[in-house]
């Protein structure tokens, strides 16, 4: 089977031993690699019911077939488990420079279970597994917790991924960094590492797939490229990186702001892409094997946050705290969102939450000093997260659980546990489709589909076909996570075009009825894994508050009806009961 090394590594944490496992070809030709495999592994190995905490539960990273070669925004890796923070399904996406290091350990798959009884660092490379002591670094943020780790193992070129003290305390939305700014941001990937004493994983060696025809891969390269010359997106992303939605979404009056009260920031300039480039030093940085450097490396140069450096901050961590906490500065949210990768947690629900405790202390629902546009506050609410101290220790099991413990359910808008990104769905009605039926909880990511609703492809203030649309984006989008490929290049890459990719490198004679056969299976997979771990078709919703309350003047907004036809659409379509 080319494209696949055929292997998975399986780390027993408890016992500090491994052993490799042969995957089966026709695993491959299921599920592909990235997310099919991730998935596929879920369900073999995680038994419903099980404590996410526990050392029953199982963290397995994945890269894909594309991973390591020549294609374009494929340095990117998954990792999967079963959510600290939902209870559900868990995936996560990071890039940065570390997943084709983790390519080169010569596996598919990584699999972490049991657990340390002492802090360890793992360092995986393609002639085996070492187990490290990491007294040394526990405690330390990431970006000091990474820096150490890979002087610790003093191997050239290895890469590293590290959790901060934030996954340590278990809270239950850490993230995995790695690259100092670069995030597996959501469901809790850090506190499932932080469960076993996983400190630190680093990655080296010089393992290489073979991949079925080179010039094939040559030829889908280029025709890419080609597309991206001159493509306005590519361009936009180029110039201002996600902070372009800044500007698009208060446009679309689809900005949520002042913790989903409004869909337009008054102040939203001060928070675009353009008085980034103003105001700031702003250097573009990229992944491998990419020309969009949508990254940006920011240097703060007034104020007092001044010589602050960063690489953001993203368009999510500006709406989660600069639009849901009124925080009207840039400079300000770059601090936040500082504050948030040294600890290691997610800044979309970091964000979230401090803008919960605003605006339940603002209808006078619970006493805080925590104000709207209050960033000191928010500061000291993020690290009291991060440390479980004080009011953090309520919010740190996560916001199903603590607007539970506050009295606020009421108004906490999340699902199934999970905080939405920065997306309105009383104005882009598909978004709510896309936060309902997301294995992981509210998400943007698995479709994209603002990106349609916003293109005119569809009307948004209707609900007729947008089923049908969502789920060819959907399902396109899953093939990308086989590859594990970034979704920026969505417009791109066309289903014709990942038929030749997946040709060019698997050497399998995939047709789009294939694809789309393989794309059904992963989330019919993703759906079964909820199922035994107790969700229900009743999961499947959004958070009263969008029904009953309107945006922009009452403009917008969106009844149960609307969204009960579109997700029973969806089951149709995808043939659930």
């Known amino acids: 089977m080319k494209g696949f090394f055929g292997k998975l590594l399986r780390i027993n944490l408890t016992r500090q031993s491994y052993a490799q496992e042969v995957i089966p070809d026709e695993v491959f030709k299921q599920y592909l690699g990235g997310k099919g495999l991730g998935s596929y592994l879920l369900l073999q190995n995680i038994k419903p019911g099980i404590d996410p905490l526990s050392p029953d539960n199982k963290l397995i990273f994945t890269t894909g077939p594309s991973t390591d070669t020549a294609m374009v925004g494929n340095s990117r ?270 800044t979309i629900t970091a964000g979230n939450l401090v803008g919960l405790i605003m605006e339940g202390t603002e209808r006078g629902l619970i006493d805080t000093p925590v104000r709207y546009g209050d960033v000191g506050a928010a500061a000291e609410l993020v690290c009291q997260m991060a440390q479980r101290t004080g009011l953090g220790e309520i919010l740190s099991l996560g916001i199903k659980e603590a607007a539970a413990k506050l009295g606020l359910q009421d108004i906490a808008i999340h699902v199934k546990g999970m905080e939405p990104p920065g997306y309105d769905p009383r104005v882009l009605k598909g978004m709510s489709l896309a936060y309902a039926t997301s294995a992981r909880g509210a998400c943007h990511l698995r479709a994209t589909f603002y990106k349609p609703e916003l293109a005119g492809m569809i009307d948004t203030s209707s609900t007729d076909g947008v089923a049908e649309l969502f789920i060819d984006f959907e399902n396109r989008l899953t093939i990308f996570n086989t590859q594990i490929l970034c979704v920026f290049f969505r417009d791109l890459l066309t289903w014709e075009t990942l038929i030749e990719l997946n040709k060019a490198i698997t050497g399998l004679e995939f047709t789009k009825e294939d694809l789309w056969a393989v794309a059904n299976r992963i989330i019919d997979a993703t759906h079964t894994f909820n199922q035994q771990q107790g969700l229900t078709r009743a999961d499947d919703t959004i958070p009263d508050r969008f029904f009953k309350e309107k945006v922009n003047d009452g403009q917008n907004g969106i009844n149960p009806d609307e969204l009960n036809r579109m997700v029973d659409d969806y089951y149709q379509l995808r043939g659930w009961q």
Not at 128 to 142: E, Q
Request: with cysteine; hydrophobic share 35%.
């Open 77 to 346: 890796y998954g990792v999967f488990g079963k959510s600290p923070q939902t209870g559900g399904y868990a995936e996560s996406y990071a890039g940065g420079r570390v997943a084709p290091v983790m390519r080169r350990t010569g596996y598919d798959a990584i699999i972490f279970e049991g657990a340390s009884d002492q802090p360890v660092l793992v360092e995986i490379s393609d002639s085996g597994v070492s187990f490290h002591d990491a007294s040394g670094l526990w405690g330390l943020d990431t970006y000091a917790a990474e820096e150490e780790a890979l002087k610790q193992v003093a191997v050239q070129g290895a890469q590293a991924l590290v959790i901060g003290p934030a996954g340590e305390n278990l809270v239950r939305f850490a993230c995995i960094e790695n690259n100092r700014w670069r995030s597996a941001g959501r469901t809790g990937m850090g506190a499932l590492m932080g469960s076993k004493k996983l400190k630190a994983v680093v990655f080296h060696g010089n393992a290489k797939a073979e991949i079925a025809d080179p010039e094939l891969l040559k030829t889908v390269v280029k025709k890419i490229r080609d597309l991206g010359k001159g493509n306005p997106g590519v361009e936009n992303y180029r110039n201002y990186g996600t902070t372009v939605m800044v500007k698009i979404m208060n446009g679309a009056k689809a900005f949520p702001n002042r913790y989903w009260n409004r869909a337009v920031d008054p102040n939203w300039e001060n928070l675009s892409g353009d008085t980034l480039l103003q105001q700031h030093k702003v250097k573009p940085t990229a992944c491998p094997n990419c020309f969009m450097a949508c990254g940006k490396r920011v240097s703060i140069d007034y104020g007092e946050h001044a010589g602050l450096e960063i690489e953001g901050p993203e368009y999510e961590t500006i709406y989660a705290f600069g639009g849901l906490c009124s925080v009207n500065r840039l400079d300000q949210v770059a601090y936040l969102n500082d504050l948030c990768d040294r600890l290691g947690m997610d």
